[in-house]
């Protein structure tokens, strides 16, 4: 993910905004971004794999080599 710099434009009514206006790259990343949080906020409770345990799968399963 990198760091916003918006390129957006408000829509204001009655002095307060009501629409935003960007970049169609923008919008997707940020799609995507909330795509990403959504998977993490429902594996949140699910267990984690010590780092060994996956670095010999990896070497098992695909061949790592170091």
């Known amino acids: 993910m990198k760091t916003l710099n ?24 940020l799609l995507e971004d909330l795509h990403d949080l959504g998977v993490i906020a ?3 409770d699910e267990p984690t794999i010590p780092l060994a345990e996956v ?11 170091r």
């Open 42 to 44: 429902r594996r949140k």
């Open 6 to 29: 918006p390129k957006a434009e408000y829509i204001v009514k009655n002095g307060k905004p009501t629409a935003v206006i960007m970049p169609i790259a923008e919008y997707e990343e």
């Open 55 to 65: 670095k010999r799968r990896l070497k098992t399963n695909a061949g790592l080599r």
